[in-house]
Structure formats: C-alpha cells, structure tokens
C-alpha cells in the first residue's frame, strides 16, 4: 500500500496534515525533515509542513536535500514552501508585510492543485517570511493582495508550494486542495480506520497490562471520553478516577460534573476539594506560564496525595490524561515545534513520568472533532460530547494577572495603528496588558488593540486583521461593546473576589447563549477579565470562536441587535466596560494565556 509522508519542520499543524490525510483514505506518517528517504517503502508522496523556524536562521531545523531528489510528488506548506524554493535555488526573505488569518487567493485554474476550486478561494495564513525569487522551472500558480508567490508550481517536476494552510478548516476548499494532490499522486483512497475505538482499547490494554489506571476526571469531553474508553477497555475495577476541585471551576461546575458522572454509572470516581491548596499556591503570581506551571504541578501533588490516602500502591498504577494532540503541540513537545503556551497536562513533572513510562493518554493523538465522534460512538450523550470546551487550568488562565511596570505600545507603533483604524472609520488604543498569541507558528506575548466605532462586522474583521498583520505589536484585537473609554491597569492576582466575579460573568454569558439558540453555534465563548480598571472596575473580554480542531479558529459575530443586552447585563453585574474579542486564530490564541 503507498502511503504519504508528512516531514515535520515543528509546524502547528504538521499532525493535522497527516491526520487530514488519513481520512481522506490514504495512509500517512509523519518523519522528521533529517531522516532519510531511502528508508521509506512505497512511498507515494510527500508534504513538507511548517514551522515556527526561517530558513535562512543558522538553527533551522536539519534538513536531508535526498527528501528533494525523490520520484514522488512533494507539497509544500509555508515554511516547507520556503523550504522547496530556497533549496532549489530560490530566494526566501523576511517579508514587509506578515499574513496571519483570512486571504483571498486568486489562480488561473490550470493547476492540478486547484481543479474544481473557484477564483477567488479564502485561504488561511500564518506567515512573516516570502518567497522574492523562484527556482528555475517553477510558475507562480496563485497570488493574493500581500503576497505574489502564494501559490508555485513546477509541474512537470511534481514539486508545488504553498504559502497558506490547506489542512485548517478555515481554508475553504483546502480539504479539496489536498484532495487533488492526492489525486496527482495517484493515491487509490483505500485505507480507513477501521473500528478505531476498539484500536484504541487494545493499545490501553497493552500498556496497561497487569496495571491500574488512575484518571484525573475534570468533566470535559477530553477527559470523560477518555474515563468511558478507560472503563471499557479495562472494566470499572481497574480504572479509579478523581474529580479535583481547583477553586478554579465554573460556577457550580463540580457538582455538576459529580451530579452527571454518577447518573452516568460512573461510581469509580472520587472528588477532592482543593481549593485552598491551588489559590494558595497562585498567590502573587502573574507570569502565564508560571501560572500553568503551578497549576499542573498541584493537580499531581493532589493526585499523589490521595493514591497515598488510598493506600495505592504506585507502581501498580499508570496515571492516565485526556490529553489530546492541541495541547502536545501548543506545549512545543514535538522536535522544532515552538511553546505556545505549557498546558497542564505537560508540566515538567508530567514529561518526566511520560519518559518513565507511567502516563497512559488514549486520546493523545486525536483532535477535538475526533475525540467527539469518538465519544458518541462509545455512547456517550451528546450534550456531554458537544460541550463548550474549558481548560485544565479553569478560569485560572481567563483571570489575568500582572504587576507593575506594565505594559505600553511604543508611540510609532500606536501611530501606525491609528493609521490603519481611520481607514475604517475607527479609533484605537492598545490596552495595558499582554496575551498569548501564535503568529508564524511561534509564541508571541503582545498587547491588544480596542476598536471603538461602528457595528459592522465586515469593517471590524477588515481591521483587525490589517492591524496584526501591519502594526507587530499587536497580536489581537478587540472591540469595545461599551461601557467606559479610560483604561488604567493595576497590580492583581488570583483572588476569591477576583474568582467570583468572573464566575459571576461568565454564568451569564452562558445563559445568554442558551436563551438565544448560540450555544450549538459556536465552539465555544472564553469569558476573561483582565487586570484594567475602567471607572474603578475591571473590563471583561468575550472571545467567542468557531472551530473544528482548535487549531485554528475564526471569532463569532453574533447578531449585532442582540449584543446590546448582553452588555448591559455585564456592566449591571460588576463590569467596567465590555470587549469583544475580532481576532482570528493565528494570530491569537483562542484562550488570552
């Protein structure tokens, strides 16, 4: 059977290329771009992936030039795009412009790659570098407004090039794309997946052989499809898991996931209040990675104490996560992949058991939409399936913390902003605090800028995207539902009081999207309240998003004559001023830390 090779240069969604792959009906793997070809039996094509890396960096990832001199066909994708060129003989150079997010694609239609596909298609980038100079023998194939080499092909040679991202759904015909490559391959589409989740049981059992499983349970879909399968795979009597309560939950969030689990016929699984423990610990902590840290370190500090409370033996239990592949790869744990942000589950104590052979993830190489089809096939009910996600670390990363000196735009950069608003009929500041954004598939850690003008959702997509894509040191942007225009920041930490009015907020915003009909809409609304006081109160940012997989996401614009009462709500009940989240993902991160 041929199957398709995915070189991984450490690209956000080099898995999800092999994954898109796979259900297409082809087989894939993933090798790194080092490994030698020859190694490689029935090989049938190629896709160079991307990466946080330039190619003309001194540290760039190793690359094997024999990957160029195979037969089969190669595709590149942004930094492997740069890749083909510049060891072809192109030229590769930092680009006045960075694209991350929507762009139109214009083509001629002639090439293979986009047989079917309309003129112009939106396309999703996440790029700083471009293509100035192609090889010999190579076409440009398909352009858009800020870059002339989106699209390069030669042919007759079976090497083509992309700037964008076909694999992420918010390219539209990117599946189809993908789809002709297969096709020019010539790939007969006859490999599937078979009864996956009786796959996935039988690897449990493997590495599970004569152990116990031990499965922190937040009540998420990642971790009760991971509990079912656990349950299944071994039975009840070897599987215990516990609920934590981290005092960082939603409002009434524990119980309810106690409530459900119990319905469910769940009785293997306990609940801790640690409240205290995880508050005490985040006292005076405002750094994002810091904080992730500690939280993860306590959920296994907690976990250890109960097993010891038990009288668990521990080496006859594997702890077992409902990590999926979003956090492995968000957390920099592939070779060359960038550290977006260390989620919970891949603290250092973490890896250290992983390499020790004691973490058993089910789930680990599976996205969000898998993980859900996953879970109805193992009958679970869909409400529970279909849940908004929320992370790990709970309204611990939506509370954002700092302390002074704090943060402030540079002058010229706030010049240039202003510059790219007015073209839109908008005026903009940049607020005084940092979020975590992804931008050329690298970390960034930047301020946001506040749109303040008309309700036009068009206008407001055209802007922001312009001013990520213009002004570096933005990385997101909101826009202002209301309340009041002085922004002034100030020293906060994790608190109870702090906790409870987010709570407060964020359970309104909920019930707000099931009165209305959104909450099946979208894939989910992170609420955050951030360390700026407006009127002596702090604001609070919506960032509601569509997605698939949570690699990319595109924010959701609700129906404008709806908004107004949600706004008046917030204020109503603590809120200095409320913002609106218009950023896609790239360039910012679905959630703020």
């Known amino acids: 059977m041929k199957k398709l090779v995915v070189l991984d240069f450490g690209g956000q969604y080099a898995h999800l290329i092999a994954t898109r792959i796979r259900h297409m009906g082809v087989y894939s793997e993933i090798h790194f771009p080092s490994s030698d070809p020859s190694a490689v039996a029935d090989l049938g094509g190629v896709i160079f992936s991307g990466g946080p890396s330039s190619v003309y960096d001194a540290d760039r990832p190793e690359f094997n030039p024999k990957w160029l001199e195979v037969a089969a066909p190669i595709l590149g994708l942004c930094y492997g795009h740069h890749t083909i060129n510049q060891e072809l003989g ?36 996440s790029h700083g570098d471009e293509v100035d100079r192609l090889p010999d023998g190579f076409r440009v194939s398909g352009t858009t407004t800020n ?96 609920h934590i309560d981290n005092g960082l939950m939603r409002q009434s969030e524990s119980a309810g996931v106690m409530e459900f689990m119990h319905a469910q016929g769940f009785d293997n699984l306990r609940i801790n209040d640690a409240s205290e423990l995880f508050l005490s610990r985040l006292e005076g902590v405002w750094e994002p990675e810091k904080k992730r840290k500690i939280i993860g370190d306590t959920f296994l500090d907690v ?42 589950n891949r603290v250092p104590a973490i890896l250290a058991l992983i390499e020790a052979g004691r973490i058993l993830e089910p789930l680990a190489e599976l996205y969000k939409d898998e993980v859900r089809a996953l879970g109805e096939k193992l009958g679970i009910p869909r409400d529970l399936v279909w849940r908004h996600p929320f992370p790990g670390p709970g309204l611990g990363v939506r509370l954002l913390c700092q302390t002074a000196p704090f943060p402030r735009v540079a002058e010229a950069d706030l010049v240039a902003a202003q510059a790219v608003a007015r073209q839109h009929s908008y005026a903009v500041s940049a607020l005084p605090v940092r979020s975590v954004g992804v931008q050329g598939d690298g970390r960034t850690y930047a301020q946001p800028a506040v749109l303040q003008g008309p309700g036009d959702w068009k206008s407001l997509e055209e802007t922001a995207t312009a001013l990520t894509n213009r002004v570096r040191a933005f990385n997101r942007v909101v826009w202002q539902l209301g309340g009041g225009l002085e922004f002034t920041p100030h020293d906060a930490w994790t608190s109870r009081s702090r906790l409870e009015l987010l709570r407060t907020l964020d359970d309104a915003v909920t019930q707000w999207l099931r009165d209305h009909g959104h909450y099946q809409t979208i894939w989910q609304m992170p609420v955050v309240l951030l360390p700026v006081h407006c009127g002596g109160k702090e604001v ?17 614009q609700a129906p404008m004559a709806q908004l107004p009462s949600l706004t008046q709500k917030l204020l109503s009940l603590g809120a200095g001023a409320v913002f609106w989240d218009i950023t896609h993902k790239p360039p910012g991160t679905i959630e703020w830390e």
């Not at 990117?174 to 589409?189: I, P, Q, S, T, V």
């Not at 059992?205 to 399968?229: P, W």
């Not at 521990?314 to 550290?339: F, K, M, N, R, V």
């Not at 609070?540 to 690699?551: F, K, Q």
Request: charged share 20%; hydrophobic share 40%; net charge negative.
């Open 303 to 344: 976990q250890a104490e109960e097993t010891a409370r038990l009288g668990l033996n521990p080496s006859e239990w594997l702890l077992a996560q409902g990590t999926i592949y979003p956090d492995t790869i968000e957390s920099g744990g592939t070779a060359h992949a960038a550290t977006i942000k260390t989620h919970h």
């Open 540 to 556: 609070v940012v919506l960032r509601p998003v569509i997605s698939r997989e949570a690699m990319t996401a595109s924010f959701w």
């Open 147 to 242: 870059c002339r080499h989106a699209a390069v092909e030669n042919v007759e040679a079976k090497r083509f090039g992309l700037q964008f991202h076909p694999e992420v759904v918010h390219s539209v015909d990117g599946e189809k794309m993908l789809a002709n490559f297969l096709d020019f391959c010539g790939f007969a589409r006859d490999w599937n997946m078979g009864d996956y989740a009786e796959t996935l049981m039988e690897k449990v059992r493997a590495q599970a052989a004569g152990q116990k499983v031990f499965l922190l349970v937040s009540g998420g879909v990642d971790s009760t499809v991971a509990f079912e399968l656990l349950n299944k795979a071994l039975g009840p009597d070897r599987v215990l898991g516990l």
């Open 90 to 125: 192109g030229h590769v150079q930092r680009g006045e412009v960075h694209e991350f997010g929507p762009a139109d694609l214009e083509h001629d239609g002639t090439s293979p790659l986009f047989v079917g596909i309309a003129s112009p298609t939106r396309v999703w980038m």
